[in-house]
Every structure is written in C-alpha cells, then in structure tokens.
C-alpha cells in the first residue's frame, strides 16, 4: 500500500491523544472506497473532498554532481471534517504539507498547515496544481515542485518516462482482512532534476521521483497499529512497492505490487511478500527498523534495505520516520521507506 | 534534654504573651502587606500576559495597513503564498467582550493560552457555529451560538474562537485586523515591500506593552509592600531582640547545666521557624484579604488609565502564597541574625543580667553614624549622576536605609540641644528622659519615618501625575466633541457634514514610522489656533507653530527626544525628506515615541492614509445636538463620538480610584508603624517604672507622668514626621526624575502638596498618640505600691 | 511638733486574705530630732515611712506634717507635699537615670522651686561628689548613688528627711560613712530625721529609737 501518514486531525494536541492508531473509526457521511474503480484522468488527479483523506505523495532518490546520495520528499494532504466544500473560513477541508531532505548526514523537514476556502492550500485538476503557502506540485506528466523551509528549500523539475500505475486491484487497494480499503495509484517513472537549497550552498541534482495518490476514509482496521512501507526503483528499470500493516496482535497483513520496466503491474497480496527488520536505530527516542531483508519470492526478490541516513525522523505535528534507502542483494536499487506507528 | 531545653525556652513566651503577640502580628502584617501587594501585581501581571499570549503582543512582530485599514483574506493568502508564515488576527468588541479570532492552524506556536486538550474537538472548533474560549464572566455575557467553552488561562473580558467565528460574531466578513509574523520564516521569501507594500511591520517588543505601560503603577505598588515589609520587619527585629536579651539568664542556666551552645541556637533557631511559618500562614491570608479588598480598585484603575483588563477576582497563585511565606522566614532570619550572632559569641559567665538599654552605645552609636554618613553620600552623588533603573533604586535604597539609621542619631542631637536649651527642671527632666528612651523606641521611629516617607514620596509621585496628566488632557483633548467614521466615504460625507457648522475640524491622522532608529508614530496636524493656544512644550523655538507649518518643521514627544538624543534644530528625516525639531512636548502614558508634521508634508508623505478620527471645535453647548444630528443626519452612530466632557470625567474617576487604592495603602503602612511604636512602648513600660519611680517620689503625679508619656510619644512622632517629610519629597524626587525616566522615557514635573503632607503629619501624629495612649494610662493608673517596690530590695 | 501620726492604720489585700501591716500606730517627731525605726522584716516600718511621706494613703488615723493634714490631701496636695516638705532616700534606685549627677542633685529642689545653686555646691562638695557631678548615676558606685540621694534628698531644705534603710544595700565601711555624713547635714539643717532599718547599730546613732512589732509600736 502507499498508505502514507494519516492525518485524521491536523493539530497536535489531538494527534497526541489519538496517534496512529484509531484510524478505521467510522466514516460517516463519507464515501467507501468500492472495489473496481474506474478512474478518470485528469479528474482524479484533483481532489476528493467526499473521502475523508487523501494525498499526493512525492519521493525522489538524487544525486548530487560528487556522488553524494539525497533524498526528496513533498507531500500534501487533505483532511476532511465534512464530506463538503464551502468557501471562506467555514471550509470544512484542511490541508497539510510536509517537505523534508536528506543527506547522508543531515535531515531537513518542515510543515505546514491550512484551511481550504480561502485559496491558501488546495488541488486543481486541469491543469493540474497542489499548494500549500508557496509550495506547489504543477503538472503531472511535465511539471515543477518548489518547498522552502527555515534551512532549506528545493526547485525541481519531474518527467514521467512511464505510465501510471493502478496498485492493488485496479486501484482499489485492500488494508486488511476485514476490508478497509483505498483508491491507489502511482507515478513511479519519474526523471527528476533539479537544485536543492542547502545551508551549505545551493546542489544541483538529478534522480528517480515516485508520485503516490491516494485517497481513502477508513484506511486503516482498529486493530493495525502502524506500517512500513518500501518503494523501490531498480537500475534494472523495474519496480517494486511493498507494505507491511502491523497489528496490536503481532499478525502482519503485507501487500505488494511488482511493476515491469514498460509499467505492467502484478499485484501480491498477504503471504506471498515479507519484510523482516535486521537492525534498528533510536532517533529522537523512538526505536526504528533501519535495516530490513525484503523477500517477494515469486519476483525472484531477496534484498537487504538499508537507510541512507538511519536519522530521518519527521518531527512534524505527527512524528513518523521517511528517508531514502539503499537496496542490495539479489538486484541493486534506490528506493524510500515510510515507517509510522513507532511511537 | 531537647524536650527539657525547649519546654525551658518556650516558658518565656508564656510568661510574656505580649512579646509573643508582637513578634506574630509584627511578622504577619509584614507578610500580609507584602503578599497582598504582590497579589495584586500577581494578578495583574497574569491578566496582562495572558492577553499578551493571546494577541501574541511582545513575542511576535505583527503587519498591519499603513492606513489603519482592515487586510483582506485575497491579501493574507497573497503573502502566504510568497512565502510568509503569518497569521491572521480578527478581534473586536460584542457586548463588552473583546473576541479575538484566531487561526489555529495557522497560528505560531505558543500563540494563545487555549490549551485544546480532553475534550476539544478541532471539527467544533473549526466549523459550523464554532466554540469560544474563555472565562465563565465573559462568555456568560456573550450571546448564544457557538459552544462555550471554560478556560481560565483566558485573559479576563476576553474570549478566544476561530478567526471564522469571530469575522460572523463581529460582522466583519473577510476582514483581518493584523497578520502576526512567525519568529522562523522560510528562505527564499519575498521582500515584505515588493508583496505588500502597504503592510508596515510592527517590531515584537520584548514583553507586553501593557506591562511596560503599567510598570509605573506596579512599582508604586511594589514600593509599598516592600516598605511596609520593612516597617514589620523592624517590629519583629525589636521583639527578637528583647526576648533574647531577657532570656540571657535562661541560657547562662542551661549552658551552665551543660547544654551545648549549638543545640540551644538550633533549638531557638526551630523556635523563630515555626513562629514565622505560624506568622507567615496568618500574613498570607490576611495578605489575600488585603488583596481582594483592594483589587476591584486596582483592576478599575489600570482598566481605566491603561486600557489593560484584570480580573476583579482574585485567585490564589502558589507563587504568591510561596514567596510570602519565604519572606516571612527570610524575614525572620533577617531579624534574628544579630541577635543570634550576639548569643554566639556571649562567653558562658556574662549572660547573667540584661543588658540595660543605655545611651552610653557610643562605639555602635558612631559606626551607625558612620554608615548612615556614607549611604546618604552615596545617595547625593547617585542622585546627581543616576542614569538607569538599576541606579534610581540604588539610589532610593541608599537614600532610605541611610535616613532610617541617621534617624536615631539626629533626633538624639535635637533632644540633647533642647536639654540645653531647655529651663524649667521638669522640661529639662522631659528632654533627657524621652533622650534615653530614643534606643528602646528608635525601631519603631525608624519604621514610622520609612512609613512616612513612603507615603510623602509616592503621594507626591501619584499627585504629580495626577495634576500633570489633567494638565496634559486639557492640552490634548482641546476639541469638545471627537468622531470616528467608519470608512474613507463616510469620513468625506462627515466633514462635508460639519465643516459649515463647526468651528473648526481637526483631522487625526497618524503613520507609524522609524525616528533615528526608533519606532514612532507620525501625526499629520492641521494649522489651527487649538495647537497655538493649547500646546504646552518642554522646549521649543519661537514661533514654534509657524515653522511647522511652514512644513519644514517637526515636533517631537519626550520619549522620543530622550531615547533618540533628539533635541531642538536637530535635523529628523522621514521618507527622504529632513525636517528640523522644532519644539518638545510632553506625552505622559504613552510607551512609544511620536511626531508631529503639518498636514500638507504629512499627506505628502503618506499619500495612502485618510483620516477617520476627527476632533471637533465647536461650543460646548452645541455638542449634544451635533451629536443627535451626525447620528441622524450623517449616520454615524453615538457610539463612534466622544465628547471631551465625558472623556475628562472619565479621567478624573480614575484617579480617583488611584487614589482610593494610594490612601488605603498609606493608612495600612501608617497603621503598621503606629503598631511598631505601641508594641515598642508597651514593651519599654516595664523599664520605665524605675526610671519613672524617682521623679513621682521627689513629686510628681502618676497624672503628669502618663500625660508626659503620651506627650513624648507624640514629640517624637513630630520629630520624625519632620525628617520624614524632606526623606520623602526626596523619594519622589527620585521617583519622578530618576526611575520614571529610566522605566519610561518621561520625566514628570514635580508639585508639592503642603495639604496632604499635613494631613498625612496629621495620621502619623494621631497613630502614634494612639499607640502611646494605653501605655500612658496604664502608666498613670499604675498603683504605688508598684512604684514603691523599685526602692526596696523585696521586689 | 513637727510630725505627729494618730492611730494609724494600713491594711494590704494579698492572695490569702487581708493583711493588717498597721493596726493603729502613734508617733511623734519635732525639728531637729533623729528618730530610729526598728523592727523585723514584715513589721510594717517602710509601709509606715511611705505613709507618712506621701507616697501612699491610710486606711484609718490621722497624720499631721508641718501643721498640714496629709490624709486630707489629694494626689496633687501629696505630691506637692514630697516636693517641698518631705525629702526620702530609699534603699536603691533613688536616681533619676537619664540626669547627670549635678542634675540630679538640684532635681528636687528646682521641683520645690527652691533651687540654691550655692547650697548644691556646697552639698556636692561635703558628699564628696565633686569630681562625679558631670557623670550619669549608672557611671557611680552604690556608695557615691547613696550619696548623691542624700544631697539630693537636703537640696530643697526638707523640714522632713525620710529613709528607708538608706545604706542597706552598701558594705559595712561605706555605710558608716554614708550615715555619718547624712547625720551631719540633717542635724545642720535643722530638718527632722526619722530612719528606718533593723540595725541595732545604726539606731545607735539617733536621738530616740522606737520598735515596730506586727503593726504596732511596741
């Protein structure tokens, strides 16, 4: 699954209380993600304000003019209190961005939230346009990505080399066995250039980005407690996504999706992927897995992920780990890995 | 042996109830004057930053219009999305309440006391008809519709709710008063002056500008406690002192009998903690009552002379509560040190008879002197050089310790020359007598004379400001009737309205500015004789209104000339262009600096703004129907005009207040003294009958002696009164021209009120001839049997 | 007759009752004479010297000084009466602290508005108190104390002296000495003397000697 952070409430105090877990609650007056979706483009590249959350969800593995490995993140979600849309302040949509990179030795992330209604954050479909504050995703197939914090900013430029990807069943992507569901797809061919704004001086880079979409209301069961997720770009041109829900009762559900160098999907589902952690890291006093073993037998997989940075700690209003990974083993690649719910 | 020492040393407390009684109440007073004092500063300092945190004053810089208008939501989102982490503030008035809208997702954090904790619920918050925070008084006064929330770290008469909420409580669709500024802001922003050039941005000041405005009234205040802490301090200082020294044969037995001098000082050092945490629990409270008899007049006062709001209410902060008990111990350490230190170093054989209090204490009589020589120097040079707060209170700390312990000694130099003096053998017994009861009694004097001079001091301060503020009102508000419009079109229908049927109409138009490098506000002024006739200045050139008008010339307020170092024919520049200043002129309550242009340079330099507020010439008469007819003809509501009458009126009920709030104080310190110089004669009555039993056997009358008893108390209370007075028009001189300055930035005239000071010599008078009555009667009611007894050895 | 006292009679309220100190006394003194007070402690001798000096009032009796009734006398009239008739030296504490000595001495006198500096300094002088005048009391001895009563007590002209085991408090030498000196001046002023004490060799010293015994003269 791509299930990224969600945000059922924005602000920190409630996030506290309420954490990852309690996700699944009710979706009421909200719509159910129903199996065999038919997508619309480019109207489903815009928002779904009747679904409780959604986002649009960009990692990118680069590469500076020496050698040295970065990693990219910007991210938008929507976070609805009502299946509505008004304008003004009474506007029941909120919006939150986040925006990290990182380097072998350093971690830069910031945050930002906002209301929809009054034009500060928001989606359009055609032309395609995400912001929040001056942060903004233009153009899906041809387009641009900007987000500055307090330390650092990016200006890229991405090209998609291959088709969108439809995860699970036909997009309709299944979180755990008693059903909870999202809509899912990804742009995983992604060409991405650019220059990063650092403390030190401004890097020119260029690398692989990887676009999730995907919205939901209840992704998640009462039960499942956090997740782990892995993208992967191999140099051989393929990729592969992977995801782990954890669960209060020690059971995993896994999830998997092996996309072919021309963007042909096969997707796998609980009992046919593992991941197993190898070594964990404490960052910011949560301990995370930072070296996982990822076998997808039926693809001929078997890789040791490795964080290029273990310290990748997003201290956002709600605190989860995301940071470019290494791949090795039974083929070489780079890829991002998301891991929440280590509180 | 612990429990045998102690039951030992706590029997002279049995045996002595008043002593016990004077060390508890002169302790407890002491700690209630100072933790009601600081109650109310507590209290206040609490209302103040909470207001501060909600409207996020002090921590955070703020954008505002240039022209005093509203922003626009297109406007706020425009600078978002160039970058600028800023937060949109919406406040205003509904039925007394302020509202302030807030956007909580937004907003820095820190920003607003609202803690959303169990319970809250963003979705209430942040749609549909919304929740307000606040205290019960001010959402009980608010009309139904959102959710109501209790929170008492809300400032007082204020709630808290979503920007949303506020814009549809208050009517002000779309409407922002200020944007609040991020402390981190990303890289790669915009400059402020390409994105919104006309937004001017507001420097976070460090700390409220209510608490720096307010400054002024909490020194007063604090002044207060500390002085009348001092006054008990000097009380329980004398008990400490004579039940030591009485108890001197006590310790002699003990030490004899083979108790360690260590354990008998920790034993009486637990005996002094206990009674100062018995003292100190009782001051608390009646600090608490002080408090809130005397908040609802405080919190009028500074609601009515700075605008800040405080609870009339008073709740028990542990802060207070904590420090008046530590100042009760401390207090008592204080105290007791001497005497401990005396008990110390006593050798085993010479504790065995008190110590008479003589007069021969020459060698301690002259390092007094000395001391006290030294710290009034100190004080005069200090108060020829003081620049700086930290030097105005070295300099009244200096000026009054030194005057307390010069006191005994001057008043012993005046006794003994009136001995001389003096010709008749009872005057003459009288002035040598009332010389040695100076050492018993110097204690309490000396705290009536740092009452006294408290009082002289801070209602010469209070008064100063009283009679300059009026003075400064009158020059200020010189139009009788003031207008505000609503928007540019009303303003333009307003004095189309008036022109033909004032006087005069005096726009108000200011811009905030840098000066030197300070900010200021820049009033454009029109040429009109109200300035020529009613503005009073501390310096300025001739023809002072001339050259302004001419439009080369600015006027500068004092805060602005002494922190910029600007004075008169110095050159200002504003928008590229100079001005020379032309005069200086006093503006009391106001924190930041100000200047004033002509009307054609002002609306030269800033083109944008259009004045809304107006000031009205017109005879005072007239005024009501002018205000019926702007209400009826022009459609600006009553509420938007203000009449100079009801504005003076309004002024003067506040110091009345302050007033109020002074004199209550100024009686409990005098109370307090006149309690030190009661508990000091009672204290001295047994010693007396001795000294008294000669002179009534060689013929004179228990009658004359009790008469003369409360004569000498009342003389010395004279005395004191008379070096009190110089002491305390020192004090506010101090005040006035040292620690004003350095706090604010202006320097008070100074007046003297002979009356009051009479009528405070009168108190202080009255308090200590209540103090020395019972003592006199009891002395003349004494029976002669017990004056026989000090002649014979069967005592 | 200088001091005549009839039938006199005191009476003291204590914790087990009344107490009857005189039960009706009878004494007589004329100018110039010395008369002795003996009796045991308790007998009533120092209430009947405060008695007959003004400093407190009878129960019953009469007591008639220099022709004036004192027991028909106010406060005031008795206080006027130990400012000019009578003169008292007590046991201790016959000073006036915060006086110096010269001060002290001429107190009573200048109290009587009979102060006569030549006098003062004459009795300064025979007490030997010359060097002390300048002194306060606390700075002299118990001796010199005594001997600056005494003058004190002579400097108006007392035509009465009363005292109350004046050397009691003195070592042997310096008593003598002091009692000599006092008789001396009495008898040169011509005033009466009457002395209370329960010295048999002090009362030695006077013309008549008369023994208080449980309220009565014996």
């Not at chain 1, 009462?222 to 669960?247: C, H, I, K, P």
């Not at chain 2, 811009?511 to 310096?539: H, K």
């Not at chain 2, 930041?592 to 507020?613: N, S």
């Not at chain 3, 008898?187 to 004490?197: E, F, K, N, Q």
Request: with cysteine; proline share 5%; net charge negative.
């Amino acid at each position: 699954m791509n299930a990224k952070v969600l945000i059922l409430c924005i602000l920190p105090a409630m996030t506290q209380a309420q954490g990852f877990s309690g996700l699944g609650s009710d979706a009421a007056g909200f719509t159910l993600p129903q199996p065999h979706p038919q997508f619309e483009f480019p109207a489903d590249h815009g928002a779904h304000p009747d679904f409780r959350i959604e986002w649009w969800y960009v990692t990118a593995n680069l590469t500076g003019p020496d050698g040295t490995p970065y990693g990219l993140q910007w991210t938008l979600f929507r976070s609805a209190l009502a299946p509505a849309v008004r304008p003004g302040w009474d506007d029941p949509q909120l919006w939150m961005g986040h925006a990290a990179v990182t380097t072998p030795t350093d971690h830069f992330v910031t945050e930002r939230l906002a209301r929809g209604g009054i034009g500060q954050a928001g989606v359009e479909a055609q032309p395609f346009a995400a912001w929040i504050d001056d942060w903004h995703f233009d153009g899906i197939d041809e387009g641009t990505l900007r987000a500055t914090g307090p330390d650092f900013g990016y200006d890229m430029t991405l090209t998609a080399e291959g088709p969108l990807v439809r995860q699970g069943e036909d997009g309709y992507s299944v979180k755990s066995t008693s059903g909870q569901a999202s809509y899912y797809y990804s742009q995983p061919f992604y060409r991405i250039g650019g220059t990063l704004h650092l403390p030190d001086g401004d890097v020119p880079v260029t690398g692989t980005g990887w676009l999730d979409r995907e919205w939901s209301s209840q992704p998640l069961a009462e039960n499942q407690t956090g997740w782990d997720w892995f993208s992967v770009a191999f140099d051989a041109g393929t990729r592969m996504m992977v995801y782990r829900l954890r669960q209060s009762d020690g059971a995993d559900y896994y999830s998997a999706t092996w996309i072919a160098a021309d963007g042909t999907s096969t997707p796998y589902t609980d009992g046919e992927v593992t991941a197993t952690p190898l070594e964990e890291t404490t960052v910011d006093g949560h301990t995370v897995p930072t070296r996982w073993q990822v076998e997808l037998p039926a693809e001929g997989v078997d890789v040791t992920v490795a964080a290029v940075n273990t310290q990748a700690w997003m201290t956002t209003s709600v605190p989860y780990w995301e940071g470019p990974v290494t791949v090795d083993g039974s083929a070489k690649g780079v890829g991002y890995l998301e891991m929440t719910g280590y509180d | 042996m612990t429990g045998t020492v102690l039951r030992a040393l706590l029997s002279h407390w049995r045996r002595n109830p008043l002593q016990l009684f004077t060390l508890l109440a002169g302790l407890a007073l002491a700690t209630a004057l100072w933790s009601g004092v600081q109650a109310i500063n507590a209290e206040a300092r609490a209302s103040y930053d909470s207001a501060a945190a909600t409207l996020g004053e002090g921590t955070f810089d703020q954008l505002t219009r240039s022209d005093g208008q509203p922003l626009t939501v297109a406007s706020y989102v425009a600078l978002r999305r160039a970058g600028w982490l800023v937060s949109p503030v919406t406040e205003g008035r509904l039925d007394g309440v302020r509202i302030v809208g807030l956007d909580p997702l937004t907003a820095p954090g820190g920003l607003g006391p609202v803690q959303i904790a169990d319970g809250a619920d963003v979705g209430a918050f942040l749609s549909g008809q919304g929740q307000v925070f606040g205290r019960a008084a001010a959402l009980a006064a608010l009309p139904a519709g959102p959710e109501k929330v209790e929170s008492p770290d809300v400032a007082p008469d204020t709630v808290i709710t979503d920007i949303g909420v506020a814009q549809r409580l208050l009517g002000r669709d779309g409407q922002i008063d200020r944007l609040i500024v991020a402390m981190t802001q990303p890289i790669g922003q915009a400059p402020l002056s390409e994105i919104a050039p006309e937004l001017i941005r507001k420097v976070a000041q460090g700390g409220s500008d209510l608490g720096r405005l307010t400054d002024s009234f909490h020194l007063n205040l604090t002044a207060f406690g500390l002085l009348s802490f001092a006054v008990g301090i000097f009380i329980v200082n004398g008990a400490i002192g004579l039940a030591f020294e009485q108890r001197r044969p006590v310790v002699r037995t003990l030490r004899a009998l083979g108790v360690p001098l260590r354990r008998l000082m920790v034993l009486m050092a637990l005996e002094l903690a206990l009674m100062a945490l018995v003292a100190g629990g009782i001051g608390v409270a009646l600090g608490y009552v002080i408090a809130s008899l005397l908040l609802p007049d405080v919190a009028a006062t500074l609601q009515g002379l700075y605008g800040a709001t405080v609870a009339g209410t008073l709740q028990l902060r542990p802060v207070w509560w904590a420090s008046g008990l530590a100042i009760a111990f401390g207090g008592t350490a204080m105290a007791s040190a001497a005497a401990f230190w005396r008990l110390a170093r006593l050798p085993l054989l010479a504790g065995g008879s008190p110590r008479a209090l003589s007069m021969a204490a020459g060698r301690s009589a002259r390092v007094q002197g000395a001391l006290a020589l030294v710290l009034l120097v100190a004080a005069g040079a200090l108060a020829l050089t003081a620049q700086g707060l930290v030097a105005g209170f070295a300099l009244l700390g200096s000026m009054l310790i030194g005057a307390a312990l010069a006191l005994p000694l001057i008043l012993d130099r005046v006794l003994a020359m009136a001995e001389r003096l003096s010709r008749g053998v009872r005057a003459q017994w009288f002035w040598a007598d009332t010389r040695q009861q100076l050492p018993g009694l110097s204690l309490a004097l000396a705290a009536l004379l740092l009452a006294m001079a408290a009082n002289v001091g801070v209602s010469t301060m209070v008064s100063s400001f009283r009679l300059t503020f009026t003075g400064f009102l009158d020059q200020r508000l010189a139009s009788e009737l003031y207008v505000t419009a609503a928007d540019p079109a009303d303003a333009k229908r307003l004095v189309d309205y008036v022109t033909p049927r004032v006087r005069a109409v005096l726009p108000i138009q200011s811009a905030p500015a840098q000066i030197a490098g300070f900010p200021a506000e820049v009033f454009g002024a029109r040429d009109d004789a109200t300035y020529r006739d009613n503005w009073a200045f501390l310096s300025a050139n001739p023809d002072t209104w001339d050259a302004v008008a001419a439009g080369d010339g600015i006027l500068i307020n004092e805060q602005l000339s002494r922190r910029s170092g600007l004075s008169l024919n110095d050159a200002v520049t504003l928008g590229g262009r100079q001005f020379a200043v032309e005069g200086v002129y006093g503006d009391y309550g106001n924190p930041i600096g100000q200047a004033i242009l002509t009307e054609a340079a002002f609306e030269a330099l800033y083109p944008d703004v259009t004045p809304l507020r107006f000031g009205l010439r017109l005879p005072a008469a007239e005024v009501p129907s002018l205000v019926e007819a702007l209400e009826n003809d022009v459609g600006i509501p009553a509420a938007n005009t203000v009449n100079q009458a009801g504005i003076k009126r309004i002024s003067l009920d506040i110091f009345d207040r302050t007033f109020t709030v002074t004199t209550a104080l100024n009686i409990l310190t005098l109370t307090v003294a006149g309690f030190a110089i009661l508990m000091s004669l009672l204290t001295l009555a047994a010693l007396r009958v001795p000294q008294l039993a000669p002179a009534w056997a060689m013929g004179l009358t228990r009658r004359e002696l009790g008469l003369l008893e409360l004569v000498r108390a009342v003389l010395l209370a004279v005395l004191t009164a008379l070096v009190a007075l110089p002491l305390g028009l020192a004090l506010a001189w101090a005040l006035l021209a040292v620690v004003n300055v350095a706090a604010f930035g202006w320097r008070l005239p100074m007046f003297l009120f002979p009356l009051d000071y009479l009528r405070l010599g009168g108190f202080a008078l009255l308090a200590a001839a209540l103090a020395a009555l019972w003592p006199a009667w009891r002395l003349a009611r004494t029976p002669p049997s017990d004056l026989l007894k000090v002649f014979s050895n069967e005592r | 007759m200088l001091l005549t006292v009839t039938d006199l009679r005191k009476t003291y309220a204590t914790a087990d009752g009344d107490f009857d100190v005189l039960r009706g006394v009878d004494l007589s003194l004329d100018a110039g004479q010395t008369l002795a007070l003996t009796g045991e402690s308790g007998s009533g001798k120092s209430t009947l010297l405060h008695l007959i000096g003004g400093l407190d009032v009878p129960d019953g009796g009469r007591i008639v000084l220099d022709g004036t009734d004192l027991t028909a006398l106010d406060d005031a009239g008795r206080a006027r009466m130990r400012r000019e008739t009578v003169g008292v030296v007590f046991q201790q504490f016959n000073l006036i602290p915060s006086l110096r000595v010269v001060d002290n001495i001429a107190f009573q006198a200048r109290l009587a508005g009979r102060h006569d500096g030549a006098w003062c300094d004459t009795l300064a002088e025979r007490m030997g108190l010359t060097p002390q005048l300048r002194k306060y009391p606390e700075q002299l001895s118990g001796g010199q104390q005594q001997r600056v009563a005494i003058a004190r007590t002579l400097a108006p002209r007392p035509r009465l002296v009363l005292a109350d085991e004046p050397t009691g408090n003195l070592d042997e030498a310096a008593a003598a000495q002091v009692l000599a000196l006092m008789l001396e001046l009495v008898t040169d002023t011509g005033a009466g003397l009457l002395m209370v004490t329960h010295s048999d060799r002090l009362a030695g010293q006077m013309q008549r000697r008369l023994h208080l015994s449980r309220g009565v003269i014996a």
